[in-house]
């Protein structure tokens, strides 16, 4: 995890983003008018997925991240913690990087005219990035379908986690009509990520695994 700042009507903001360094997907992130504990636990209660299944929480050693706030957080469902040398930016690197394409893609030259733009506009960009952006790391492929390859590929084939996988694809699209227009994101929701479509092919195919698992 990493911090950084915007401009929001002339005033320094700062967003937090939690990275899962298996497929550079962005799991956890907020945004606030100060730079500090609380940023960093909003986030990660955003994290729609078990938080026990994290084994290791690495940062710099900002005292955002370094008090009992977060400590707290950490033991209680058992995350080790791992922090950069002093003066060694190299050792959070994966986190410089996504800051590096965030501040040119998201944040550069741009005034968002208030606290509430920005959680909206970074709440947009967050699930742009995570299901459409493409990462060469990943061999240009967006980071959830990078994910969703995985489980496909993984020799267990294991069917809770794939359904654990469809129940948080779901996630936006069971939100309420009136949720998406009082947020503003009826583009994202109709056209620059068609959720739907993702789930249903992925539902069929899982359907059709059981079937065939189950006549064997």
Request: include cysteine; charge should be positive; aromatic fraction near 14%.
């Amino acid at each position: 995890s990493d911090l950084t700042y915007v401009n929001v009507g002339g005033y320094w903001n700062y967003i937090c983003l939690l990275l899962d360094l298996y497929n550079r997907e962005i799991i956890g992130y907020a945004a606030g008018k100060h730079k500090d504990a609380k940023l960093v636990y909003k986030a990660f209660s955003r994290v729609q997925r078990n938080l026990n299944n994290i084994q290791l929480f690495h940062t710099d050693r900002g005292n955002e991240y370094k008090n009992r706030i977060i400590d707290k957080v950490l033991e209680t469902f058992n995350v080790s913690r791992s922090l950069s040398a002093k003066g060694c930016p190299y050792d959070n690197a994966a986190a410089e990087a996504t800051y590096k394409i965030i501040k040119t893609e998201f944040a550069f030259n741009r005034i968002f005219n208030s606290f509430e733009e920005l959680e909206l506009e970074l709440f947009d960009y967050v699930n742009w990035y995570n299901n459409i952006r493409i990462h060469g790391s990943l061999g240009y492929v967006s980071p959830v379908e990078y994910r969703i390859n995985s489980l496909w590929n993984c020799p267990k084939k294991c069917w809770q986690s794939k359904m654990r996988q469809v129940q948080e694809m779901t996630y936006f699209t069971n939100l309420p009509k009136e949720e998406f227009e009082k947020r503003k994101i009826e583009d994202l929701y109709s056209k620059r990520w068609d959720i739907k479509v993702a789930y249903k092919t992925l539902k069929t195919q899982l359907e059709l695994e059981r079937n065939v698992s189950t006549n064997v």
